[in-house]
Every structure is written in C-alpha cells, then in structure tokens.
C-alpha cells in the first residue's frame, strides 16, 4: 500500500457506495437515509494495478462539537489530515450546495491533494451539477457513477501519477534494513546525513511524554501536548540537526491495549504508530518513571526487536523520582529479567520537561546504530566459534553428534550470522541462544537484535565417486610383457 485515501463529502453522496466498490465487498452499510456512516471504516482498495489504502468517513455537516454530529465531523476532519489523498465528493443532481462550498474551502487548506468527483453523474438530470462542480475550485471534477461503476477509469488517471509520487517517496524514505554483505570487507556503518537522515521511532504508552520529549529535542514547541493522555493521533515526522546528528523523528500516538482500543480513529492512530517502527532504524521506548515496564511496554520493546530494529529505552519523569539510586537498580533488574532478547540494550533516564538526560539519550541512538550496523569477518568468526565450541560442545541428542563446520556473516541492520552445520533441526533452543549471547558479549552488540541460522551441510567425502582398485586390478598392473606376475 503506497498511500491512503479518504473519501469525504456531505451525508448520502455515495461515499460508503464507492468504498464497498474499491474494496470489492460490502464492507460499509449503505442506505438512502443521510447520516448512516458514523466511525472511520479503513479497507484495502485495488484500482486497476493501484493499491492503496482508502477510508471511508462520516458526512461532513455543519454542527457544534458537543453534538454527535459535531464529533463526527472532527472525527473526518482528522481522517483528512492523516490520509495522503482526499476524494471530495458531491450530488450531481443535487448540484453544488452552500455546505459543499464550505467544505471545499476547508479541503484546500488541510489536504495534501485533493480531487473533485460529481458522483450520481448518470443520465443527463447530472449535466448541470457537473459543471457547477468547477465553481468549487478544486479542478477538472471526475464523473462518477459509483453504484454502476462509472468513472473508474478517470479516477484511475487521476490517482496514477500520484501513486508513483507516493511510492517514490515511500522508497526514499523506507530505511535500508536486512543488507546483505559480500566478501569480508569492514563497511563500517551508514554516516547519517541531512538527505538520508537517520530514522528514530519515539513509541510507549499514552501520556508518557513522547512529544513532550520530542519539543524538547527541537528546543521550541512544535508539537501539541498537555496532561491529558491520547493528544497525539497520528505519526507525525520532522527533521532536524541533534548536535551534529541528522535524523528524522516520528512522534506517533499512545499504544494501549488492543481490548482497550475501541474507537475508530484510535485503531487508525495505532496503525500508524506500527508504521512508523517498520520505517525507523532506531526505536526509542518510552516508559513512565512512576509504572515501568508494564505489559504494553514489553509488547513495544519486543514488537521493535521482532522487526529488527536497534531499540533505546527512554525512563521519563526522572525529575519526579525521589529515590533514583534504589529505583535505578529496579529497573534494571527488571529490564534484564522481563526483555532477555534485549540484554544489554541502552536504559536512560531522562525528563522530557527540563531537558536532563537528553546528552545521554543522544549517545545511546548513536552507539545504537553503530551497534545495529555492526560487521565481523570471517576469519573473526570462526576463530570464535572454535573457543565456543570447545568450552561447552553441541549435544548429541538420540547418539547424533551434532558438528558445527564454519561460520559467517550474512547480512547487517539488524547483523545476521549463518552457521553450517550437521543436524541444524535437532540443534536445541537453549545452545542457538548460548551462541547469540556469546555473539553479544564478545563481539560487543548489547541489546541489538541479532539473527543466527543453522543451514544443514552434508559432509562429502571426495573419493566417494572413484572406483576402489581390488585385487585383480592390482594384479593386472603388476603384470609383466608375458602375463607373469612380478
């Protein structure tokens, strides 16, 4: 899915009718009284060859805040700023109406792009609604038939050049992971600069400062925040200069518990969220001073390892904390003994509110992403594996000796080792991470997910193939001219 495109008009213009079409199923109620629409319905839409994401919203009334329709309309107000593309759809046969007007002006401020679509235009009762559409400013208007699938190909021309503007983007932005290495060369990590900035993820639970933290970093207030929890919704991304470090920063929303999330726009927020730790190299996890480490906390610490991306836990509040030696030893303790896959990962504690600890959090992204891009050759490896060997050999599980030839390094962001070896489905769990520890300890890689393979090597033995000389052709050559034996 390149981009994401919210489909956005007045109550019982069709817009539910073309999402079900996009999708190919009905997934959206549709009815001809107004207003059926309430919640923020997301889908996978496929358009010719295109493949996007579109949402389906309430119709955009005129209304107070306080009111459900009020709420509903915030509620698509936010959907117009988190999608990538707004389809802004009116009644031709109703024609342009004063809320269209109103709504249009409100579109060409908020929306990145916006494109114009007169749906009911069958038959030529639409004629004139078509073209009262140009009064609204939004250009060329596209003649829509959504319920008899009219208009799909204008729709199609529009979107096609945006959605290789989106997908050019997407592949600017998405971060090198999984690199794949040739030969034994030290390449050394990717020096971060202002056109390929380093890629840092700010993620927790809702309320534990993550834009607090981030204003912080910028030095002036960029990003709305207050005491109440869930402020922010989206991922929102900026770029900056940390003391010499290019980065780009996301700020995404607070991630409860999935039984928790049970509005809309909230599920849309924490999707987002889970994006922006697949497009980041570093993750940082944000965790409340007063209740580390609770169960969400864990799932967004291991989510980032899962993907594979270096990970930085934050401590915030630490201003707040009265007895910070005594609870500085806690954590730790419980970070070693609930995050085994993480061992050794940076634990900082910081204060979003009066800067503490920010020297430290830079230092510990930075030596993150070394760590992430860490490199070791061949010859390092095996040196290695031989001592590990040694000091505690594989088991031999059912009399099968287990033998572990050679290893190398495959891959870097996050590193991944591949090990030849004899039996690798009957190599236990316990002995892989007896080797990954290792790897960690020796190869100094604390805390940064590290990847190891067995692949299974049979052994060859050369003269296999060749015939063995027996004794009447040992006799033959032993032979003399006159068929004596010598």
């Known amino acids: 899915m390149t981009f994401s495109l919210a489909i956005v008009g007045r109550p019982n213009v069709g817009k539910s009718t073309l999402f079900n079409r996009l999708v190919g199923k009905r997934l959206a109620l549709v009815d001809d009284q107004p207003g059926v629409t ?111 699938g009219e208009g799909m190909n204008d729709l199609y021309a529009h979107l096609m050049p945006l959605s290789d503007e989106f997908a050019k983007r997407a592949e600017a932005e998405a971060p090198e992971t999984d690199v794949a290495l040739d030969g034994d060369e030290d390449l050394g990590p990717r020096v971060p600069t202002a056109k390929k900035p380093l890629q840092v993820a700010v993620v927790g639970r809702p309320n534990a400062g993550k834009s607090t933290l981030i204003n912080q970093i910028l030095g002036e207030e960029r990003l709305l925040t207050g005491p109440e929890a869930g402020i922010t919704r989206d991922a929102i991304s900026l770029q900056l200069e940390w003391d010499g470090l290019h980065m780009r920063i996301f700020d995404t929303a607070g991630m409860r518990k999935k039984a928790r999330v049970q509005e809309k726009l909230e599920k849309l927020s924490v999707g987002d969220g889970l994006r922006a730790v697949k497009f980041a190299e570093v993750v ?36 707040l904390e009265p007895n910070k030696q005594a609870k500085l030893r806690d954590l730790r303790e419980s970070f070693e003994r609930l995050l085994p896959q993480l061992r050794g990962a940076p634990l ?51 009399g099968k000796r287990i ?34 520890n290792g790897l960690r300890v020796d190869f100094d890689m604390p805390g940064t997910p590290i990847r190891l393979y067995l692949r299974s090597q049979s052994e060859k033995n050369p003269y296999k193939a060749k015939k063995k000389a027996g004794p009447s052709r040992l006799r033959k050559h032993l032979k003399g001219p006159g068929g004596d034996t010598r």
């Open 38 to 148: 309430r919640d923020l319905r997301e889908g996978a839409a496929r358009l010719g060859d295109l493949r996007f994401t579109v949402i389906d919203t309430a119709g955009l009334e005129e209304a107070t805040d306080e009111s459900l329709q009020g709420r509903m309309r915030k509620l698509t107000e936010r959907a117009v700023d988190m999608a990538d593309v707004c389809l802004f759809m009116i009644d031709a046969r109703a024609g342009v109406t004063p809320t269209d007007e109103v709504f249009a002006e409100i579109l060409r401020k908020r929306a990145k792009h916006v494109i114009l679509a007169a749906n009911k235009g069958e038959g030529s009762a639409a004629d004139s609604g078509v073209i009262e559409a140009w009064s609204l400013g939004l250009g060329d208007p596209i003649r829509l038939s959504a319920e008899h």
């Open 284 to 319: 940082i996890v944000l965790l409340d001073a007063d209740i580390p480490f609770e169960q969400q906390d864990l799932r967004l610490a291991d989510l980032a390892e899962r993907e594979g991306r270096a990970v930085v836990v934050a401590v915030n509040k630490w201003d």
């Open 348 to 398: 900082v504690t910081v204060s979003a509110k009066t800067g503490k600890g920010l020297d430290r959090l830079r230092a510990a992204v930075e030596k993150a992403h070394d760590v992430w891009n860490r490199r070791v050759t061949t010859a390092q490896l095996n040196r290695w594996l031989t001592g590990m060997l040694e000091a505690h050999p594989p088991p031999a599980p059912g």
């Open 403 to 436: 033998k572990l030839r050679y290893m190398t390094q495959a891959k870097t962001r996050p590193p991944g080792f591949v090990v030849m070896c004899s039996h690798p489905d009957k190599v236990p769990d316990s002995y892989t991470r007896y080797l990954v």
